[in-house]
């Protein structure tokens, strides 16, 4: 067990309250507290409808669904992410087509997405990593010539904002929330679909619920393949509780990102994360740049001293499963380079100046003592 993880829940007694609360009521699954977090939630993103589900995955699967994926689709995405993004696209029979990522940012590169484009486009899924919002005017942009659907992977990106808008509130045709304890805020599991559009409103709704609605007379009908995909009553009396102590938690992050900025001002070594015009980071992971001959000793030398590192994120298509079905000639070269050079810091609403400053001093000692570097 490492003391500083690069990630953590935040979960006190109000939280503890607001689900025992919901025990003792009559709705354990799907309720009036998910109908209430999921107006929470529209409200404090902006946008007209929020779909609670059961995790991010959930809430991806469903993405696609509502926007009419079909087989042979192709959608153009990043490698830098979890697989989940990719992973439902290939549940639907869809092929992911990677774009390569920004050196400065790590997200999505908006330059490399257009020349990608070709007949069997049918999305661009930007996954605002770190909870660093993507260039989304750009990105828009390319999706409006082309006529693609754009559904963005805001799994990271809960609080996060894009040129004074939250992100879920940025009209595109959808968004995806995941509500994992590392996450902004925690349901257990958990997750959100967001929109502006009634259709995919009414198509996440159903396909949510396996299918299945009442007909004139009442009874039970199902008339397309639906899942169960629902989040439980007793998760969003949680995700409601949280929810209420987002802004904080943002805050508590961007001063973490703050402090990691000033203590690592010294240390040229490091490659800091940069957040572009316009963007707000949620600061959901802080992740560094170090020489990849530099890297393996860093973490070693990191974790003797309690703090636990990883690695966000070796490329999707590098995974033995994508190399098997056809991904294995694919290099892109910023994210090669990024792969063998980040590297995930404790990043999380416990953390102290103090914290940070052991945490730089502990990679400033290992850069001079193993490198000969002298930093001053
Ligand atoms: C966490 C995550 C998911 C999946 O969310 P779950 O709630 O764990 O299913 C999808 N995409 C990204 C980028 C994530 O970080």
Redesign the pocket.
């Known amino acids: 067990m490492f003391i500083h993880q690069y990630g953590r829940h935040n979960i006190n007694k109000k939280d503890k309250q607001a689900v025992l609360g919901t025990l003792a009521s009559d709705f354990l699954t799907q309720g009036p507290k998910v109908r209430e977090f999921e107006d929470a939630l529209a409200r404090y993103a902006g946008a007209k409808y929020a779909v609670a589900v059961g995790?991010?995955?959930?809430?991806?699967h469903l993405a696609y669904l509502a926007a009419g994926i079909d087989n042979g689709d192709e959608i153009i995405t990043t490698p830098n992410?979890?697989v989940?993004?990719t992973n439902m696209m290939l549940a639907m029979g869809a092929r992911p087509v990677f774009a390569d990522i920004r050196a400065d940012t790590w997200n999505i590169d908006e330059n490399d997405i257009e020349k990608r484009v070709t007949k069997k486009t049918k999305a661009i899924v930007p996954?605002h990593f770190a909870g660093n919002p993507c260039a989304m005017d750009a990105i828009t942009k390319i999706a409006r010539k082309h006529n693609l659907i754009v559904i963005e992977?805001a799994?990271?990106a809960l609080g996060a904002s894009y040129k004074g808008k939250k992100i879920g509130g940025l009209g595109t045709d959808m968004s995806?929330f995941?509500?994992?304890p590392v996450?902004p805020i925690t349901t257990g599991?958990?997750?959100a679909v967001l929109t502006n559009n009634k259709k995919y409103y009414d198509r996440l709704i159903l396909l949510r619920s396996h299918g299945v609605t009442k007909n004139k007379k009442g009874e039970n009908v199902m008339n397309e393949l639906g899942y169960n995909y629902r989040l439980s009553d007793l998760q969003a009396a949680l995700g409601i509780s949280q929810l209420q102590k987002l802004n904080h938690f943002i805050a508590q992050r961007r001063k973490v990102a703050g402090w990691y900025k000033k203590h690592f001002s010294i240390i040229s070594e490091i490659q800091l994360p940069k957040e572009t015009e316009g963007a707000m980071s949620g600061w959901h992971l802080y992740v560094i740049r170090v020489n990849s001959r530099k890297r393996g000793a860093l973490q070693t030398f990191l974790q003797k001293n309690g703090i636990g590192v990883n690695y966000h994120y070796p490329p999707v298509y590098g995974h033995p499963y994508y190399q098997k079905i056809g991904f294995r000639a694919i290099k892109l070269s910023n994210m090669e380079e990024y792969r063998r050079t980040c590297i995930t810091l404790p990043c999380h609403t416990f953390l102290s100046e103090k914290d940070i400053i052991f945490i730089a001093s502990i990679i400033r000692t290992c850069l001079e003592t193993s490198f000969r570097l002298k930093i001053s």
């Not at 995790?55 to 991806?60: D, E, I, M, N």
């Open positions: 995790s991010g995955t959930a809430g991806l992410t979890f989940a993004t996954v992977d799994c990271h995806v995941s509500f994992h996450k599991e958990g997750g």
